[in-house]
């Protein structure tokens, strides 16, 4: 059958090809190569069939790796060569045209089955060997002269032809003899071994017993024994082998030689510690990751009498305001840098930093004197964090809160622990965040954890745990109340309320929000209409208008638009009275895909509010393309105006936004007016419209109507 060049055998043989050109020289075989390469094409398709499959199945690579060793393909290079081989050209000749991510990853899964197969076959052949080796070696002991001379010659003919390495030395530890894969082992000439002494060759990696071993073995008081050992190669380099040493005695029972057979099981080695690497470092920042964090934590617990330890749980502040309006290319560069400066920070013997995931990172420090250790460990976290990192020409200022737990060894799990810290951070967090705290048994039974929390949320909903506040939204010019924004809140059957800041990211990392935001919309638009037919009623002040928060997910949710115009044609609402509040960080580099359902729903006369203007990075020269027509200008410029008089910066921050705004026709909110002479003070710069404490806290739907009809008979 002659396969068309470009044709899917035509790859498959060009890859049996460059394969068996890899691993031929490396192979005892006496095949020719192209004989060689016949024998590889049925496993290069069997690796191809892997790689296509749509369920992957480790089976078929461990077949090949084992198939290998079949073909006399024993040398562990031909493993490391085959490696190379498909990780270079599988995908590209047999690949097809999936996808090559996918394809990717689905290769590096089928090397680590190639490598399993490869190493379990080689075991069990080299444990076959041995024992026919042993057996050989038995009988030329116990057998009369004359059949001495036939086993003698059978045990040389295993001997040299074997793959695994085999010499003899006497009691004194001279090598004798040795066979042509010992000496390969050992950089290929005889001299290397031959004649030497088995006592030079300690390393530094010995372990004490591998040489009690040897001296009662040599001493006839054990027959043998099999130890894991390392040895320097002449040119320096390490070999590392499976050793297992028996001992001959002589036809008297007399100890005479000693027998050594040996595995080269350095590649694979390397090949282990290579897998481990990748699954305990994090890809990202080289970090170690959770799983080994988890190991040394447990280690550090397990640790003996008067050991402690500390643990520092970072997490960064707004980190995902920086990943939304910057990206993720940005955000991956500032959690590389980041990473760099934490690890600057934890040098000492006994510390150590990973990170967790996402922009979550710990600090461990070990030894007896973690009590104060561990506090100036979080100081200098933060001393590090303090100056701004470089991204795509910004400087962006990073933050983080910092959850300590420390504590005498052997008292806690690891995993206790660490929940301990998760939930002292959160505590840092909502207390502000860029601040450290020190765990507190009492608090943390009473805290509530984020994975408890995230699990319980999609039956809060069904439930109907979750309720509605809201806050009035008042005119600054003639302190009327004009509307209200909706705040949602989750009445928890144990923890009681628990505000927005601490579901709404699980809910909208875990997608709920799109349900759960659909019936917060859905709410305060029929609360708005029940205003709207009382105020009718009553014949007091004008409509109230609701406003309400949509989470970046929603915008991105193909039934934002309809959803939103079902919503108001079935409760009877203009869209006038509805104004959806959009994060700032959520806008910034949208394109005009992601602005195009709210462009639709601006358009139709629903009011669009950028929301905590201001906390993200967003250039002002972009305003003028989001269909916006309301900039709620964050807290923070508020809380610069508590004291009297204000910060004259913050002050003339706010009027160039103010008037910016007013120029492109944009209306300006202020948030968190807690005191009358900030109200006094915003209003001086032209704001239009407040909302704070100030004037209510969130509450009852009634209050707001109790306020409006006060200010409309007054
Ligand atoms: P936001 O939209 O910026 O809402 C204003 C927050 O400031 C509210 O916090 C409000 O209670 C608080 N606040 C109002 N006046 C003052 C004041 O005078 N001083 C101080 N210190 N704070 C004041 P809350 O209710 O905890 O909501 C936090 C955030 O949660 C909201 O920020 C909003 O982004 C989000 N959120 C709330 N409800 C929803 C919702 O239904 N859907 C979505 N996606 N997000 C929501
Ligand atoms: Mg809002
Ligand atoms: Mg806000």
Redesign the pocket.
Known sequence: MSAEPDGPEGRLRRFATIWSRAIFPVTATSLTRPEFEQQLVPLARRLRDALQERVFDAKEGQAVGAALIDTHCTDPEALSRTLDCVDAYLVLYCGGDGPREELRARSARIQHAVAAGFAQALRERTLAEQEAISRAALSARSAVAEALHASEARFRAVFHGAAIGIGIADLDGTILEVNDALIRMFGGLESNVRGRNAAEWTHPDDSPHVWKLYEELVRGEREHYRVEKAFYRPDGTVLWTNLTVSLLRDADGLPQYQLALMEDTTERRLLNLRLRYEATHDALTGLPNRTLFFERLEKALAAGDGARFGLCYLDLDGFKTVNDSLGHAAGDRLLVEVADRLQSCATAPGEMVARLGGDEFVALTTGTDTETEVDELAGRIMNALAAPIRVEGRELTVRGSIGIVEGPAGERGAADVLRSADITMYRAKSAGGNRYELADPEADARAITRHGLTTALPAALERGEFFI?Y?PLVHLGDGSVRGA????RWLHPQHGVI???RF?PLAEHTGL?VPL?RW?LEESVRQARLWETRTLDGAAAGPLRVN????PM?LTHPGLVSDTVDILEREGLEPGGLCL?V?ESALIGADDDLLKPLRRLAEMGVDIAL??FGTGYSNLANLRRLPVSVL?LD?SFTQGMQHFPADPVDLKIVEGIVSLAHSLDLAVTV????TGAQADQLRELGCDTA????YA??GPPDQLHELALADAIS
């Open positions: 506040e806050q924004e909706a705040l949602v505000g927005p800041d709404i929000i935001g917060v309400v928060n949509l989470s929603q509040e994060t929301d905590d709620k807290r948030e968190g007016v807690e909302q704070g404490w100030y806290r969130p």
